[in-house]
C-alpha cells in the first residue's frame, strides 16, 4: 500500500460521502439512531488510523507476512537489498577415468559441465566446480571405486543459474563442456541440493536486518548474513569469536572463527584400508562422517556396536571437515576379525555441505586476512515427549494424529538455540480444536531421567528435533 498525501479536500469528500450513506438497518431496527455527524467522522479518521499503523509496521518491518511485497521491496532498496528470486543449486560430480595412471591429473575451478539437452524444451542446466581437486598418482589405489572398476575424483559444483529450476536428479550431469586431460566422463550420483525458491517475506525482513547491522564479510553479522545469501543448503549458521566460551582452539590458532551451521549434504563415498588392529583408528578421508553403511573384508560384512564402533566428534575440530571420524575395531565380536594387514572396504556417508563451504570461503574474493575460519556442522539435541490429552469433541483418533503433527511440526521448526518451553508446545496443542487438556509425563532431552518435565536450554550450536518414536500421547 503506498503512503499518498491526503488534502483537506479529499477528507472533506470522504466525510460527507460518509454522511450520506445510507445505513438500510435504520429503516428496519428499533434502538438508537446512528449519528449521522460524528460516526462518519470516526470510520474516516478509523480509516486513516489504520494506514498510519500500516505505515509503522511497513517502517519497523514487524508481522512482514500481514504486509505487501512491493511496499517491502520499495523500503529494502534503501540497503541496496533486492528480493531473492532464488539460489544456486549445490552437487558433488564425480569425475573418472578406468585405466591406471602415472600422473596427477586436476580438475581446476569453475570448470563448466552441464546436463543434456532436454528433449521437450530444448535447456540445459551448467554448472561450474567452486574448488580446485588433484588426483595424484602416489595415491592411485585412495581413489578406486570396486564397484564402478573406475577411478573417480569427487568435485563439488554450483549452478550457474539460481531458483528452483537448477534442481537436478542424479546422474543427470554428464556433459564437460570443455575437455579435461585425464579424465573421461563425469556425473552426479545424487541429485543436487535444491535451489531456493523466492524469498518470503519474513526471510527478505531478516536479511535486512542483517544489512544494517552488517555490512561486511569481515564482521559477525555480515558472514552470517552472507552465508545465509550464499550457500543453499544453510537455514541457519552461529558464529563463535573472541572470548566465547564456546571457542576452544583460541590458544592455538590466531584469529580463530568457528561457524556452526544448520545444514546437510549427504554424499556416499568408498575408502579402502588395511585392518591394523583394534587400538588404530580408522579415520576416513572425507568428513565430518554422518553414518557407516558397510565395513567389509574377505567377504565378511561387520556391523556397527559388535565388531566396531563409529567415532565421530571428538576434539576441538569436532564436526568440521579437520576432524578424525573414524572406525575403531572392539576386541569382542560376533565376527573374527581380519588378520592385519587385510584389505577391509567401508562404505559411508559425510556431509558435504561443510567441505563445500571450507572451498568457497577460500576463493579469492571471500578470503579475509587474520580470520581462521573452521565450518563445524551443528549437532540436533533429540527430544522425548509423553503426555496424557484429554479430548474434548471430535474423533479422538483424529485428534490425536493433529496433536502429533502439530508437536512435531513445532519442534522440528526450530533453529540453533531455540529453547524448548512447555508454554510454547501448550499453546501449540490448544490451537488444536477439540482439545480438552493436556499434562505432561515426560518433557526431556532424550536419555534423560524418564518422567523428567522441565524446559529445555539449547546450546547455540545445537538445534532441538522431535522424532515420531519419541513422542507418545495417552489419551485419558
Same mark, same amino acid.
Given at each position: 500500500?503506498?503512503?499518498?498525501? %491526503?488534502?483537506?479536500?479529499? $477528507?472533506?469528500?470522504? %466525510?460527507?460521502?460518509?454522511?450520506?450513506?445510507?445505513?438500510?438497518?435504520?429503516?428496519?431496527?428499533?434502538?438508537?439512531?446512528?449519528?449521522?455527524?460524528?460516526?462518519? $467522522?470516526?470510520?474516516?479518521?478509523?480509516?486513516?488510523?489504520?494506514?498510519?499503523?500500516?505505515?509503522?509496521?511497513?517502517?519497523? =518491518?514487524?508481522? @512482514?507476512?500481514?504486509?505487501?511485497?512491493?511496499?517491502?521491496?520499495? +523500503?529494502?532498496?534503501?540497503?541496496?537489498?533486492?528480493?531473492?528470486?532464488?539460489?544456486?543449486?549445490?552437487?558433488? =560430480?564425480?569425475?573418472?577415468?578406468?585405466?591406471?595412471?602415472?600422473?596427477?591429473?586436476?580438475?581446476?575451478?569453475?570448470?563448466?559441465?552441464? !546436463?543434456?539437452?532436454?528433449?521437450?524444451?530444448?535447456?540445459?542446466?551448467?554448472?561450474?566446480?567452486?574448488? #580446485?581437486?588433484?588426483?595424484?598418482? @602416489?595415491?592411485?589405489?585412495?581413489?578406486?571405486?570396486?564397484? !564402478?572398476?573406475?577411478?573417480?575424483?569427487?568435485v563439488l559444483a554450483a549452478s550457474i543459474p539460481t531458483g528452483i529450476t537448477t534442481q537436478i536428479g542424479a546422474n543427470t550431469i554428464t556433459i564437460m563442456m570443455r575437455s579435461l586431460d585425464g579424465f573421461t566422463a563425469v556425473t552426479n550420483k545424487a541429485a543436487t541440493s535444491n535451489g531456493k525458491s523466492i524469498e518470503s517475506n519474513e526471510d527478505l525482513a531478516k536479511r535486512y536486518f542483517l544489512h544494517v547491522e552488517?555490512?561486511?564479510?569481515?564482521?559477525?553479522?555480515?558472514?552470517?548474513?552472507?552465508?545465509?545469501?550464499?550457500?543453499?543448503? &544453510? !537455514?541457519?549458521?552461529?558464529?563463535?569469536?573472541?572470548?566465547?566460551?564456546?571457542? #576452544?582452539?583460541?590458544?592455538?590458532?590466531?584469529?580463530?572463527?568457528?561457524?556452526? &551451521? =544448520?545444514?546437510?549434504?549427504?554424499?556416499?563415498?568408498?575408502?579402502?584400508?588395511?585392518?591394523?588392529?583394534?587400538? !588404530?583408528?580408522?579415520?576416513?578421508? $572425507?568428513?565430518?562422517?554422518?553414518?557407516?553403511?558397510?565395513?567389509?573384508?574377505?567377504?565378511?560384512?561387520?556391523?556397527?556396536?559388535?565388531?566396531?564402533?563409529?567415532?565421530?566428534?571428538?576434539?576441538?575440530?569436532?564436526?568440521?571437515?579437520?576432524?578424525?571420524?573414524?572406525?575403531?575395531?572392539?576386541?569382542?565380536?560376533?565376527? &573374527?576379525?581380519? @588378520?592385519?594387514?587385510?584389505?577391509?572396504?567401508?562404505?559411508?556417508?559425510?556431509?558435504?555441505?561443510?567441505? =563445500?563451504?571450507?572451498?568457497?570461503?577460500?576463493?579469492?574474493?571471500?578470503?579475509?586476512?587474520?580470520?581462521? /575460519?573452521?565450518?563445524?556442522?551443528?549437532?540436533?539435541?533429540?527430544?522425548?515427549?509423553?503426555?496424557?490429552?484429554?479430548?474434548?469433541?471430535?474423533?479422538?483418533?483424529?485428534? &490425536?494424529?493433529?496433536?502429533?503433527?502439530?508437536?512435531?511440526?513445532? +519442534?522440528?521448526?526450530? /533453529?540453533?538455540g531455540d529453547n524448548l518451553e512447555e508454554f510454547d508446545i501448550d499453546a501449540v496443542v490448544a490451537g488444536v480444536y477439540g482439545v480438552d487438556n493436556w499434562t505432561y509425563v515426560t518433557l526431556a532431552v532424550s536419555g534423560a531421567v524418564s518422567g523428567t518435565i522441565s524446559d529445555i536450554e539449547i546450546d547455540p550450536n545445537k538445534y532441538a528435533r522431535l522424532a515420531n518414536a519419541d513422542l507418545v500421547i495417552n489419551l485419558?
Amino acid at each position: 500500500m503506498a503512503i499518498s498525501k %491526503i488534502s483537506a479536500n479529499e $477528507f472533506a469528500t470522504r %466525510i460527507s460521502e460518509s454522511v450520506n450513506n445510507r445505513d438500510s438497518s435504520i429503516d428496519t431496527s428499533i434502538g438508537p439512531i446512528r449519528d449521522v455527524f460524528i460516526d462518519p $467522522f470516526s470510520d474516516v479518521l478509523e480509516n486513516q488510523n489504520d494506514r498510519i499503523l500500516y505505515l509503522n509496521s511497513l517502517l519497523s =518491518l514487524r508481522n @512482514a507476512s500481514s504486509l505487501v511485497p512491493d511496499d517491502i521491496d520499495d +523500503v529494502v532498496s534503501n540497503e541496496n537489498l533486492v528480493r531473492w528470486q532464488g539460489s544456486r543449486s549445490i552437487v558433488t =560430480l564425480t569425475f573418472s577415468r578406468t585405466s591406471d595412471f602415472t600422473s596427477d591429473y586436476t580438475v581446476p575451478v569453475n570448470f563448466p559441465v552441464s !546436463t543434456i539437452t532436454d528433449p521437450s524444451t530444448g535447456n540445459i542446466v551448467s554448472f561450474k566446480t567452486v574448488e #580446485t581437486k588433484t588426483m595424484t598418482s @602416489a595415491t592411485m589405489s585412495r581413489y578406486y571405486n570396486p564397484d !564402478t572398476k573406475q577411478y573417480e575424483l569427487n568435485v563439488l559444483a554450483a549452478s550457474i543459474p539460481t531458483g528452483i529450476t537448477t534442481q537436478i536428479g542424479a546422474n543427470t550431469i554428464t556433459i564437460m563442456m570443455r575437455s579435461l586431460d585425464g579424465f573421461t566422463a563425469v556425473t552426479n550420483k545424487a541429485a543436487t541440493s535444491n535451489g531456493k525458491s523466492i524469498e518470503s517475506n519474513e526471510d527478505l525482513a531478516k536479511r535486512y536486518f542483517l544489512h544494517v547491522e552488517g555490512a561486511q564479510i569481515g564482521t559477525p553479522a555480515g558472514l552470517h548474513r552472507f552465508i545465509l545469501d550464499n550457500i543453499s543448503g &544453510v !537455514t541457519d549458521a552461529y558464529i563463535v569469536y573472541g572470548t566465547n566460551t564456546s571457542l #576452544t582452539r583460541q590458544s592455538s590458532d590466531a584469529g580463530a572463527i568457528d561457524i556452526w &551451521v =544448520l545444514g546437510e549434504t549427504a554424499l556416499s563415498s568408498t575408502y579402502s584400508t588395511y585392518y591394523n588392529g583394534v587400538e !588404530t583408528l580408522n579415520a576416513f578421508p $572425507f568428513q565430518p562422517v554422518i553414518r557407516v553403511s558397510s565395513v567389509i573384508s574377505g567377504g565378511v560384512a561387520y556391523t556397527e556396536g559388535d565388531d566396531f564402533d563409529l567415532i565421530t566428534g571428538v576434539g576441538d575440530y569436532a564436526y568440521s571437515n579437520s576432524t578424525t571420524d573414524g572406525i575403531k575395531w572392539l576386541t569382542d565380536g560376533s565376527h &573374527v576379525k581380519p @588378520a592385519i594387514g587385510d584389505s577391509v572396504t567401508i562404505i559411508y556417508e559425510y556431509n558435504s555441505l561443510i567441505n =563445500l563451504m571450507d572451498s568457497y570461503f577460500k576463493q579469492e574474493e571471500y578470503y579475509e586476512g587474520g580470520s581462521d /575460519r573452521l565450518f563445524r556442522w551443528a549437532q540436533e539435541e533429540s527430544i522425548e515427549i509423553e503426555a496424557n490429552l484429554k479430548v474434548r469433541s471430535g474423533n479422538p483418533s483424529s485428534i &490425536v494424529a493433529l496433536v502429533r503433527t502439530a508437536v512435531t511440526d513445532y +519442534v522440528n521448526a526450530l /533453529r540453533l538455540g531455540d529453547n524448548l518451553e512447555e508454554f510454547d508446545i501448550d499453546a501449540v496443542v490448544a490451537g488444536v480444536y477439540g482439545v480438552d487438556n493436556w499434562t505432561y509425563v515426560t518433557l526431556a532431552v532424550s536419555g534423560a531421567v524418564s518422567g523428567t518435565i522441565s524446559d529445555i536450554e539449547i546450546d547455540p550450536n545445537k538445534y532441538a528435533r522431535l522424532a515420531n518414536a519419541d513422542l507418545v500421547i495417552n489419551l485419558v
